[in-house]
């Protein structure tokens, strides 16, 4: 599955994450730091499944990664790509 932004959506830089304004309906996302990764890493052409791999490859205190939250970062980037298809705001 790849992922693109549908071409009326705009993609913006904030000091916190990202905005993602919806031009046809005038709607706007603000993305926090983990879901502006996620999305990164998904509009790179990463599947899910790659996506949350990457995710937890290198973690960030070092700490070791157990399967449990391998599995919940995997449902939480489905679950945010589902969110990203229900608002109509990326195409696959």
């Not at 993602?20 to 926090?32: I, K, Q």
């Not at 791999?53 to 790509?81: C, G, I, K, W, Y």
Request: aromatic share 4%; charged share 25%; no cysteine.
């Amino acid at each position: 599955m790849t992922l693109s932004l549908r071409r009326d959506v705009v993609l913006n830089e904030v000091d916190d994450g990202l905005v993602l304004l919806d031009e046809r309906t005038g709607r706007y996302w603000h993305l926090n730091g983990t879901a502006e990764q996620m999305l990164r890493e998904l509009l790179a052409g990463h599947s899910p499944a790659e996506t949350a791999h990457r995710l937890t490859a290198v973690p960030a205190n070092d700490a070791p990664v157990d399967d449990e939250f391998r599995n919940r970062v995997s449902a939480d980037v489905q679950a945010f790509v589902d969110g990203l298809v229900r608002a109509k705001l990326v195409t696959t």
